[in-house]
């Protein structure tokens, strides 16, 4: 059987070359280990294409019956989700061998201080023996009225009770929305970069991830042309992912609007991820999707892990509103999906009404002098300051996605060199192609650090691009 080591040489040693070939993601390739078997389907094509054996020839196969080997679904062959990949799993084995890498990976703010507000807690374990048993399938009717008294206040029209799911998480309401839509080989229209979790589950779901293109010279704001001439007879949504992970770009209103047109004029879901609405910088202003247009379907989700710094509590909820009449067949599958995990944990849905309905301290952390404010500044600054490296200020989340001039800096696989930076200064960051941006020149880095440390994070990274350069 081939493995990956004896293949690489045929492609000039790049995964992203054989990727090409296979006509699959480089990440997919990327999971594969050196040594091991490549998957029987791609293995074939190779000995044909490639390898030159005649398609008679008689090629090993492994009989898991006999060897007792298991193998994952093939399902999951292009299911990528890179900020957890194969760079973290290396980052985990050096701190079993005593080394202290500094995790600029994950967008997670308890890990770095950013505790969550003592009212929420308090009122959480106050209510902790009511956690006990199950609630209705939707959510607990608490936790779902103040998000629709959250929607009221925010201006979406008609939202009711049962227009709300309360989920483990915003990742668990999304595989959902899209489980309950698609069909083998219909397509949702997804942001590139993206936050990869939304290609992951359109693939896992059956579908097709389209991409459609944000320009980094407008502030990462959507290319509406790129992404109409992507809409396709099997177009069944776009993302809109606003404040965007990895950019921080908030969206204008004029934007969204004209998002909304082509919505409503191909017949198409708006899934709004709006999990950073209210992690906003320099006075920037967001717009709930579902307050642009009434006349197509759109799916919002928000959640307490950013805005409340309770990540760890995966409490999330998914608003349904717009044109509901023409989707009671698809809703009734989110209900179904719903009801088949039975509910969401309970203890954190204890939460929400608290945080809905309590002092919003994220509005402390993202003043001028706020913490979260200082330290994307102090990063901001930094990376502008190293040779070669340019980045749009992010106006919302927690994340800056610098771009690594490709004529200055020579990297034709940025996976190898985040792996790299990893192994030489103990700082891991996740590389642009993990968000499915196209070409190897960016990085997305969190900001979440307190800013001396940051600083140091980032003259890391600055010394260790020395040797990129020609």
Not at 114 to 143: K, M, T, W
Not at 236 to 244: A, D, L, Q, T
Request: hydrophobic residues 40%.
């Amino acid at each position: 059987m081939l493995t990956l080591s004896e293949v690489l040489p045929l492609f000039e040693g790049k995964k992203s070359l054989l990727a090409e070939h296979l006509g699959i993601s480089r990440q997919a390739v990327s999971r594969w280990n050196t040594d091991a078997p490549i998957p029987e389907k791609h293995e074939l094509k190779l000995r044909h294409q490639i390898i030159g054996w005649d398609e008679n020839t008689p090629i090993e196969k492994s009989n898991s019956k006999l060897t007792g080997n298991i193998h994952s679904s093939s399902k999951l062959n292009n299911v990528n989700y890179e900020i957890r990949g194969p760079v973290l799993e290396e980052a985990y084995r050096l701190e079993e061998e005593g080394h202290r890498i500094t995790k600029l990976n994950i967008g997670n703010p308890g890990a770095f201080g950013f505790h969550a507000p003592e009212e929420i807690i308090q009122d959480v374990i106050y209510n902790l023996s009511s956690a006990e048993g199950y609630c209705e399938s939707r959510g607990l009717f608490s936790a779902r009225k103040a998000v629709m008294q959250e929607c009221q206040l925010r201006g979406i029209p008609n939202v009711g009770i049962n227009d709300i799911y309360m989920g483990n998480g915003v990742s668990e309401l999304i595989f959902m929305s899209l489980q309950a839509l698609l069909e083998n080989g219909d397509e949702i229209l997804i942001p590139a970069p993206d936050y990869p979790l939304w290609t992951a589950s359109t693939v896992l779901a059956g579908g097709r991830a389209v991409h459609y293109l944000c320009d980094e010279h407008q502030d990462w704001e959507p290319d509406l042309e790129d992404l109409e001439s992507k809409i396709t007879n099997r177009t069944r949504g776009i993302v809109v992912i606003n404040p965007n992970n990895p950019t921080g770009a908030v969206y204008s209103k004029e934007t969204l609007k004209r998002i909304a047109v082509l919505a409503e004029k191909y017949n198409l879901i708006v899934f709004a991820d709006e999990i950073y609405d209210k992690v906003l910088y320099d006075g920037a202003v967001h717009t709930p999707f579902a307050t642009i247009t009434g006349e197509c379907l759109v799916i919002s989700f928000g959640g307490l892990s950013k805005n409340y710094r309770l990540a760890g509590f995966r409490s999330g909820w998914l608003v349904v509103s717009g044109a509901k009449e023409k989707a009671k067949d698809y809703l009734e599958g989110i209900n179904i999906l719903a009801s088949m995990r039975l509910c969401a944990n309970v203890p954190g849905q204890l939460a929400v009404q608290t945080a809905l309905g309590g002092y919003q301290s994220i509005k402390d952390l993202v003043l001028p002098s706020g913490r979260l404010k200082q330290q994307r500044d102090v990063a901001w600054q930094a990376l502008n300051d190293i040779p070669g490296v340019s980045c749009v200020k992010p106006k919302g989340a927690l994340y800056l996605f610098p771009k690594l001039d490709p004529k200055i800096y020579l990297i034709d696989d940025d996976e190898k060199f985040v792996f790299d930076l990893l192994k030489s200064k103990q700082l891991l960051l996740v590389q642009g192609t993990a968000f499915n941006w196209p070409t190897p020149d960016h990085l997305r880095i969190v900001f979440l650090q307190q800013h001396e440390e940051l600083q140091l994070s980032i003259d890391k990274l600055g010394h260790f691009l020395k040797k990129y350069r020609p």
